[in-house]
């Protein structure tokens, strides 16, 4: 496993660093993000929250644009930030930008041409992992977040790997992309014609047969333009009460889809993070 080291910024005491890697799981070179905090200098081993970014994204939206650093410094928490898609010429690709690089929706495609690159599933939930535990100073504690494609991420990929993370957090999650012209046009062309494949990945549904539960928080802005079409959140929530999932669901009046409405709540989802992921 190499990796190499393309940047490095001191922030807050620690350190924001980006890196390449050769993935095997999506068969391309892969970018990603680490923030390590100075609790690290100290010999520490540090927990680790993975944020899912959204369509059109990369590992830097988050990094620039939603001030978490300083209070994951302060919280001694560690934050990975994969890309969206695989990545490089000969990857698959689409005219829009809801489908191919920048929107692989975090599962396994299983049809041509998506299934040769397109299986962000298995890269966030196995390769990147270990290849973090094999690089960094960081413990088995680990807590997932996302916003938007990568709320859907976080919270499908926690529901079905409920022992692998402490608690979850999303930011105007795609809630049932089964029902939602997002999801259509991505499932439809990663999974294929037969809708039952599709419910694996399916924050709604999962949380509606959930039997152990994962902590989860949700944010989402009442005047987010994308809410009623693509977003869903009331889905989310009848699932929750059905299945009696620990989940909280908050409304804000006037915020949008943006970073502006991330960055404003970032804190309180840090905080929810390090109180599980420092529970022994
Ligand atoms: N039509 C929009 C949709 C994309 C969008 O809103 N992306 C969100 C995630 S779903 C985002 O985080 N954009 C990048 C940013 O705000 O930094 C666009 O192409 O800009």
Redesign the pocket.
């Known amino acids: 496993m190499t990796i190499e080291n393309l940047s490095v910024n001191k922030s807050f005491g620690g350190w924001h660093k980006q890196y390449s890697h050769q993935s095997k799981t999506l068969n391309c070179t892969m970018r990603f993000a680490i923030y390590l905090p100075p609790q690290i200098s100290s010999g520490s081993k540090v927990p680790v929250l993975y944020w899912l ?5 990369t590992d830097e ?1 988050f990094m620039q ?1 939603a001030g978490a650093l300083r209070i994951a410094a302060q919280l001694g928490i560690a934050i990975v930030a994969p890309d969206t898609s695989p990545r490089g010429d000969d990857v698959a690709d689409d005219e829009g ?2 489908l191919g690089k920048g929107a692989g929706f975090y599962v396994n495609a299983t049809q041509a041409p998506w299934d040769r690159h397109y299986h962000m599933y298995d890269y966030v939930v196995n390769e990147l992992p270990q290849l973090i535990k094999a690089t960094f100073p960081v413990s088995n504690k680990r807590a997932i977040a996302g ?4 709320g859907h991420g976080a919270l499908t990929i926690a529901l079905r790997n409920p022992e692998r993370y402490t608690s979850v957090s999303a930011f105007s999650p795609i809630s049932n992309p089964l029902n939602c012209p997002w999801g259509e046009k991505a499932f439809s062309a990663y999974l294929g014609k037969d809708r039952a494949t599709w419910r694996e990945y399916d924050a709604s549904e999962l949380m509606r047969a959930a039997t152990q539960f994962v902590p989860a928080l949700v944010e989402q802005g009442a005047s987010d333009d ?1 809410l009623t079409e693509q977003l869903k959140p009331e889905a989310l929530q009848s699932a929750a009460n059905a299945s009696g999932y620990p989940l909280t669901l908050n409304l804000h009046e006037g915020y949008d ?3 502006y409405f991330i960055s404003s709540f970032i804190e309180g989802h840090l905080r929810f993070h390090a109180e599980h992921l420092n529970k022994a």
Do not use: E, P, V
Not at 53 to 57: E, H, K, Q
Not at 147 to 150: A, E, K, T
């Open positions: 970014s959204g369509l059109t994204c939206n644009k930008y809801d916003h938007s494609m990568g994308f889809h943006s970073y």
